[in-house]
């Protein structure tokens, strides 16, 4: 069995996905896979997604070899579908929660909790008990508020300190505004939290999602081995987890992320061998293997301009352009409405405006997009639509963004 064809046994089994439809396609045949979805949706024409599993398998062949030293913790808050989370899972992927109902939804796949890590720094009270019921025993932290709460609802969680990553300047959402302590509240925290017989394992930081520059996780890795330092300093039981966040991408920026982050490690680290190092990596998984079909609802000529109206939008997976300030783009699938042309090669395009479905202006999808005459009925395709994008939908004006279905399909590469 080739290792296509192993991995494809392992999906099929994997939870999230067994039980389900996967549709196996040939090299390059997404498309003619969501022709066949559309041409099986001629009633009702709802969007839909397409989740292609093997891209999640060659990512994380990728991400093994180029970090074999990281654990992942795959971020749910990313895209917290199903069959993504069963897949990274059966992968041996643990797992990067925020809330309560992220624990559960890891758990109910048969995930143990020793395979979570509940990286939120700041929790409600609810939410720490719950992890306490379940044996979610790692967080973070990164004010002294925190650590009184987890004293009371879960003394024997182990923490993790987030510190500010030094340089997020050039990430597309940076975090620290928000997150991360600094670096003169290091060790008044370490204490309160030796006060209070909590554990403190590590030391946790994100360099912001989207990062653009690799330069930022070799200069947290350098905050991050201060912060071990101080620990050291202050007489606190030795620490054994580095935990390097998210923030990456899965372009050939991933590459250059890899090296830094190599060679940070061994000239902070090289010599310690009983540190554990985990990452938090959402975008890199979830982004590629994602693609979103929407169908054209309304169009408008207003001279050479073209205006068309389709099914998803800004309060829908398209949010990703508003709060992860993505930029997204789009093809007709294969020119529907002209069937002799699949190619859509040599016709002749108009600059369109394409708008969500919301009575708001602001749910503009795209605007001076070279597209071909299209018609009502159409589709048109998204690629790379799987990081932040149905997660943080909305159902505003009765669009529901969690009633948009994922096809599940394998592209037999081999
Ligand atoms: C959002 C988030 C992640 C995932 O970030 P990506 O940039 O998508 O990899 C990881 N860790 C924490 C704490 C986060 O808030």
Known sequence: MGSSARSLQAILGAPGVRGKRVSVLSKDGLTDFMQSIVFSKQETKEPFYVLDLSTVTALMDRWTRALPMVRPYYAVKCNPDPALLGIMASLGSSFDCASKAEIESVLALGVSADRIVFANPCKAESHIKYAASVGVNLTTFDSRDEI???????????????????????????????????????????????????????????????????????????????????????????????????????????????????????????????????????????????TLATNIIGKRIRGELREYWINDGIYGSMNCILYDHATITCTPLACTSNRANTTCKGVRTYSSTVFGPTCDALDTVLTGHQLPELQVNDWLVFPNMGAYTAAAGSNFNGFHTSAILTYLAFSNTS
């Open 148 to 290: 009184e709460k987890i004293r009371k609802w879960h003394p024997k969680c182990a923490l993790l300190i987030r510190i500010k990553a030094p340089d997020d300047g050039g990430a597309r959402c940076p975090l620290g505004p928000k997150y991360g302590a600094l670096p003169e509240e290091v060790a008044p925290l370490f204490q309160a939290a030796q006060a209070a017989r909590l554990t403190v394992t590590g030391v946790s930081f994100h360099i912001g999602s989207g990062a653009t520059h690799s330069r930022a996780y070799q200069r947290a890795i350098a905050a991050a081995k201060t912060t071990f330092e101080t620990a050291t300093r202050l007489g606190l039981p030795r620490m054994r987890v580095l935990n390097i966040g998210g923030g990456f991408t899965a372009d050939t920026q991933f590459n250059e992320a890899a090296s830094a982050i190599k060679a940070a490690l061994q000239s902070y680290f090289g010599n310690d061998s009983g540190l554990t190092i985990i990452a938090e990596p959402g975008r890199f998984f979830a982004e590629s293997a994602f």
